[in-house]
């Protein structure tokens, strides 16, 4: 085992420690189990040598009784250690998926775009399970069945040590053997984990756009892609099976060798030592029932291997480090409710994973009154995303600072950062839960849910109708993704979910573009109730949308190209007059 292994190992060993007492007492009964399985050969003696002399001896009745009891106190030792191992395992187990959770909710935006949403299901869901059964594996067998191989080599040694010295030379040969086959198992077990990952996103991507499939007629050439992935992933499966199947048939063959040896030596012995029947039945009894533990052991490299990989990946995934440093945390400031000032001093960002890239940013300066509504324009790629994306924090500034309220960005606590702030899409996030935790999303539980602020919330985003229609009113489900309402009514749901948390700043990211006209009247008036009063910053294409803004800054290769009110840039016939005429054409002809 190599250090990497052998941390995986110590770090789950340290997940184990809080349940010592159900461990203990899991390994006591295993104990009992390994105790029951070395007396059976120890009967066969005395039955043997004294019971069949052709003499009643009255005190070999007692052998079956004892028979019995030695497998009533075997299977009783044998549930109670299983027991009390699962209990303490899925305790575990809950304690790392919810670890793992934890450090989702808390990673960085850079995380969660190198890596697919089905790989992090996968290592949450699936792959956690496999480093379940590292636990559980690895505490019966080294345990349980360490226990009764040790338990029967010192029984065959007390009864004849010579031939016990032929059995020990099978246990170098195997552990030779397993190393040879630990590291093939290790290199498959990766690419198995890949593989898995991979299928899972194809199924993902074809479930999330079924619609898109269906019209354009995909789904043979979706078909195949699943079936390549999953053709890949059967040939691996089938090379870690016949790795991993190896272990057991090399084992059998080795130990049937050493058990032909012993016969030929036991059969020598008896002619010049006098080995009695009942000595070497119980020998080769107990060279027998040390078979099916020595088995066991062998068979545990698969899964442990299998175990190993996945809690390389779950550790990994668990050491990302957090969008905010608890330590750090200490000395930022807090801020309750802003008053809504926001300014970028000479601000510049670049995609760390697009070296060559230009940067997004560059030499960003802008100050943003209390209040004032500012809608940001120009071509796609000139940054207006990835401007308003540095103000929750989803970014860091690659140079320049952002103030909020004349205060660093930086220097306030990330979640009151994020507190004065309520975003509106284009692509709207729903949960399949009530309309009421969609509105008041963020509450602890229904009980955190302000009703009456949610009722208020919806009537001002114009869905008053809707709940009336709906039997169960605020507590309807809207289904996966709101999949139950309409296209503006998912829109206006996203409002009142920007209403009820009455943040000072407003985020609208092309919030009415996909929508048809009644949709996006009924929208409009919803967002102009929310506007009042906020600080608003409009990432807009429909120039008609926003000609009504206090001003609008238009971006090109990540620079502010133009400042200044609607009547201010059509008189400076720029690119805003320019985009605004070729706009107002299209819908003119339209």
Same mark, same amino acid.
């Given at each position: 085992?190599?250090?990497?292994?052998?941390?995986?190992?110590? /770090?789950?060993?340290?997940?184990?420690?809080?349940?010592?007492?159900?461990?203990?007492?899991?390994?006591?009964?295993?104990?009992?189990?390994?105790?029951?399985?070395?007396?059976?050969?120890?009967?066969?003696?005395?039955?043997?040598?004294?019971?069949?002399?052709?003499?009643?001896?009255?005190?070999?009745?007692?052998?079956?009784?004892?028979?019995?009891?030695?497998?009533?106190?075997?299977?009783?030792?044998?549930?109670?250690?299983?027991?009390?191992?699962?209990?303490?395992?899925? +305790?575990?187990?809950?304690?790392?998926?919810?670890?793992?959770?934890?450090?989702?909710?808390?990673?960085?935006?850079?995380?969660?775009?190198?890596?697919?949403?089905?790989?992090?299901?996968?290592?949450?869901?699936?792959?956690?399970?496999?480093?379940?059964?590292?636990? %559980?594996?690895?505490?019966?067998?080294?345990?349980?069945?360490?226990?009764?191989?040790?338990?029967?080599?010192?029984?065959?040694?007390?009864?004849?040590?010579?031939?016990?010295?032929?059995?020990?030379?099978?246990?170098?040969?195997?552990?030779?053997?397993?190393?040879?086959?630990?590291?093939?198992?290790?290199?498959?077990?990766?690419?198995?984990?890949?593989?898995?990952?991979?299928?899972?996103?194809?199924?993902?991507?074809?479930a999330a756009g079924y619609k898109f499939v269906k019209v354009h007629g995909a789904q043979e050439y979706e078909l195949n892609r699943f079936l390549e992935k999953a053709?890949?992933?059967?040939?691996?499966?089938?090379? +870690?099976?016949?790795?991993? %199947?190896?272990?057991?048939?090399?084992?059998?063959?080795?130990?049937?060798?050493?058990?032909?040896?012993?016969?030929?030596?036991?059969?020598?012995?008896?002619?010049?030592?006098?080995?009695?029947?009942?000595?070497?039945?119980?020998?080769?009894?107990?060279?027998?029932?040390?078979?099916?533990?020595?088995?066991?052991?062998?068979?545990?490299?698969?899964?442990?291997?299998? %175990?190993?990989?996945?809690?390389?990946?779950?550790?990994? *995934?668990?050491?990302?480090?957090?969008?905010?440093?608890?330590?750090?945390?200490?000395?930022?400031?807090?801020?309750?409710?802003?008053?809504?000032?926001?300014?970028?001093?000479?601000? +510049?960002?670049?995609?760390?994973?697009?070296?060559? /890239?230009?940067?997004?940013?560059?030499?960003?300066?802008?100050?943003?009154?209390?209040?004032?509504?500012?809608?940001?324009?120009?071509?796609?790629? %000139?940054?207006?995303?990835?401007?308003?994306?540095?103000?929750?924090?989803?970014?860091?500034?690659?140079?320049?600072?952002?103030?909020?309220?004349?205060?660093?960005?930086?220097?306030?606590?990330?979640?009151?950062?994020?507190?004065?702030?309520?975003?509106? +899409?284009?692509?709207?996030?729903?949960?399949?839960?009530t309309i009421a935790a969609n509105v008041a999303y963020g509450a602890t539980g229904p009980s955190g849910i302000d009703r009456s602020r949610v009722i208020k919330a919806?009537?001002?985003?114009?869905?008053?109708?809707?709940?009336?229609?709906?039997?169960?009113?605020?507590?309807?489900?809207?289904?996966?993704?709101?999949? /139950?309402?309409?296209?503006?009514?998912?829109?206006?749901?996203?409002?009142?979910?920007?209403?009820?948390?009455?943040a000072p700043i407003l985020i609208l990211d092309e919030a009415t573009s996909a929508l048809d006209s009644e949709s996006e009247r009924q929208v409009q008036e919803a967002?102009?109730?929310?506007?009042?009063?906020?600080?608003?910053?409009?990432?807009?294409?429909?120039?008609?949308?926003?000609?009504?803004?206090?001003?609008?800054?238009? *971006?090109?290769?990540?620079?502010?190209?133009?400042?200044?009110?609607?009547?201010?840039?059509?008189?400076?016939?720029?690119?805003?007059?320019?985009?605004?005429?070729?706009?107002?054409?299209?819908?003119?002809?339209?």
């Amino acid at each position: 085992m190599n250090a990497q292994d052998r941390t995986a190992l110590n /770090r789950l060993i340290t997940y184990l420690r809080p349940h010592i007492g159900p461990i203990i007492g899991s390994l006591v009964a295993m104990a009992f189990v390994a105790a029951a399985e070395t007396s059976i050969p120890a009967l066969m003696k005395p039955l043997l040598d004294r019971g069949f002399t052709g003499q009643l001896n009255s005190k070999l009745w007692q052998i079956p009784v004892f028979l019995v009891g030695l497998a009533l106190v075997r299977s009783l030792a044998q549930f109670l250690s299983n027991y009390l191992l699962s209990r303490v395992i899925n +305790s575990v187990l809950l304690k790392l998926r919810e670890q793992m959770f934890q450090t989702l909710l808390n990673a960085s935006t850079a995380f969660f775009q190198k890596n697919s949403a089905s790989t992090l299901i996968n290592a949450v869901v699936f792959e956690v399970n496999n480093v379940l059964s590292v636990m %559980g594996g690895m505490l019966i067998s080294l345990v349980r069945d360490s226990l009764t191989v040790v338990g029967l080599m010192g029984y065959l040694i007390y009864l004849n040590w010579k031939l016990t010295l032929v059995v020990l030379i099978i246990f170098p040969v195997i552990a030779f053997l397993m190393s040879k086959i630990n590291r093939r198992l290790r290199t498959l077990n990766r690419e198995q984990q890949t593989l898995t990952s991979d299928l899972a996103y194809i199924v993902e991507e074809s479930a999330a756009g079924y619609k898109f499939v269906k019209v354009h007629g995909a789904q043979e050439y979706e078909l195949n892609r699943f079936l390549e992935k999953a053709e890949r992933l059967r040939q691996f499966a089938l090379k +870690s099976a016949v790795a991993g %199947g190896l272990n057991q048939p090399i084992t059998q063959l080795i130990a049937s060798m050493a058990l032909s040896v012993v016969l030929v030596i036991a059969l020598m012995q008896s002619a010049t030592e006098g080995t009695t029947v009942g000595g070497f039945a119980a020998f080769i009894t107990a060279m027998m029932l040390v078979i099916s533990p020595l088995k066991h052991l062998a068979d545990i490299n698969q899964p442990l291997q299998r %175990g190993l990989t996945a809690a390389e990946m779950i550790f990994g *995934l668990m050491d990302q480090p957090a969008e905010e440093d608890e330590d750090r945390k200490l000395n930022m400031k807090s801020l309750d409710h802003a008053k809504g000032g926001i300014r970028f001093e000479n601000v +510049s960002f670049a995609y760390q994973q697009e070296v060559e /890239r230009k940067d997004a940013l560059s030499g960003i300066n802008l100050t943003i009154k209390p209040g004032e509504v500012v809608a940001f324009v120009g071509p796609s790629g %000139g940054g207006k995303s990835t401007l308003v994306n540095l103000l929750p924090r989803f970014f860091k500034p690659t140079s320049g600072h952002i103030f909020l309220d004349d205060i660093p960005l930086e220097d306030i606590v990330l979640a009151d950062v994020r507190k004065q702030i309520a975003f509106v +899409s284009q692509d709207v996030i729903l949960f399949n839960d009530t309309i009421a935790a969609n509105v008041a999303y963020g509450a602890t539980g229904p009980s955190g849910i302000d009703r009456s602020r949610v009722i208020k919330a919806l009537e001002a985003a114009n869905l008053s109708a809707l709940i009336e229609e709906l039997p169960e009113g605020i507590d309807s489900m809207v289904g996966d993704n709101g999949n /139950r309402l309409s296209g503006g009514q998912r829109q206006r749901l996203a409002i009142a979910r920007a209403i009820y948390k009455n943040a000072p700043i407003l985020i609208l990211d092309e919030a009415t573009s996909a929508l048809d006209s009644e949709s996006e009247r009924q929208v409009q008036e919803a967002l102009d109730h929310l506007m009042a009063g906020r600080t608003t910053l409009i990432i807009a294409h429909r120039l008609s949308t926003i000609e009504h803004a206090d001003r609008i800054i238009v *971006l090109e290769h990540g620079h502010i190209i133009e400042n200044g009110s609607h009547e201010d840039l059509i008189k400076h016939d720029g690119l805003y007059a320019n985009l605004h005429r070729i706009q107002f054409s299209g819908d003119q002809i339209n």
